[in-house]
């Protein structure tokens, strides 16, 4: 691919994007560039299960999270450059190490090397589409029976905390819509006999310190829109990284509190799905990323 104007997310930057380089808002060229690739343990259950999720950690996002706990990758954009043909050894590799699933982490600026990826090889485990959720429908739809499983966020209501903390005010415009596809491809959750999701639709929710109406508002949300075609992980491991310092309401942890009044509105909906422990905000579940050997924890098996 030589030049390219970029308008996959909902940013439409019409954006030059090149091999190598990109003017958009994410920053980044067309090729894949990767800061870690290797088996996962820390995702949901039916995720990880005992082998790991085959994770690839992509650099660059089409969101600007203020917490984000990957930001040396979401926006200082520390990674390695891969070539279609070397994202496509690396997937080989991790399914030969036995990992449950392939679990592509921010990876839709990189939808037309993913494409031609797959094009050359079908891994014969699930694709995971792990998302923070601002997307648009159409470009959803190019992914139409290669991916198996979605994992988006589902992060604000309100346009005030979406501007604020991701720069995004017109998230929850864009978020409902792309859930909606998102289950229309994969259909209700499906799980193999060792309780490994193989087909579904995983929405998450952060709990952010001083924000718990905003968390209540989207269980509401999502029990009334979705019901129980999708499952709901609720999210209590905040920690505040990236440029958190900078917000003082979110520049602490949850309070047991804040945790329990969403966890408690969790049960009420009878929503399905996971909820992590007030316990699990610990930064030794923030992976290594690496400029120069993101493939390091890949062996062969
Ligand atoms: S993927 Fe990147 S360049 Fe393309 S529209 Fe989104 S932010 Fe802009």
Redesign the pocket.
């Known amino acids: 691919m030589s030049e390219y104007i970029?308008?996959?997310?909902p940013?439409?930057?019409h954006?030059v994007?090149q091999d190598r380089s990109?003017q958009?808002?994410?920053g980044?060229g067309l090729l894949p560039k990767v800061a870690r690739a290797a088996p996962h343990y820390w995702e949901e259950p039916c995720i990880s299960g005992t082998k790991g999720s085959g994770t690839i950690f992509f650099s660059g996002c089409?969101l600007s999270c203020v917490f984000c706990q990957n930001y040396c990758i979401s926006q200082e954009h520390h990674g390695k450059i891969l070539t279609v043909d070397e994202l496509t050894e690396v997937m080989k590799a991790l399914v030969r190490q036995g990992v449950h699933n392939i679990n592509l982490v921010s990876p839709?600026?990189y939808i037309e090397s993913l494409l031609a990826c797959f094009a050359q090889y079908r891994p014969p485990v699930p694709i995971v589409y792990n998302t923070g959720g601002y997307e648009k429908v159409s470009t959803l739809q190019r992914l139409e029976g290669l991916v198996d499983i979605y994992l988006p966020d589902f992060k604000y209501l309100r346009g005030d905390l979406s501007l604020k903390y991701s720069r995004a005010a017109d998230y929850a415009d864009y978020v409902q819509p792309a859930i909606r596809e998102m289950v229309r491809q994969t259909g209700k959750p499906v799980f193999d006999e060792q309780g490994i999701l193989q087909k579904g639709t995983v929405v998450r929710h952060l709990i952010l310190p001083q924000n718990t109406k905003n968390s209540l508002a989207v269980m509401e949300t999502l029990q009334r829109a979705f019901g129980d075609s999708i499952l709901v992980s609720l999210m209590g491991q905040y920690l505040p990284m990236g440029q958190a310092a900078q917000y003082p309401e979110i520049n602490r942890r949850l309070t047991k509190r804040e945790y329990e009044k969403v966890r408690n509105r969790y049960d009420e909906l009878e929503l399905e799905g996971f909820v992590q422990e007030l316990s699990s905000a610990d930064e030794q579940y923030v992976p290594a990323f690496s400029d120069d050997d993101p493939m390091k924890g890949v062996t062969e098996g």
Do not use: H, Q
């Open positions: 970029c308008t996959l997310c940013r439409e930057c954006a994007r990109g958009g808002f994410c980044m089409v839709t600026p």
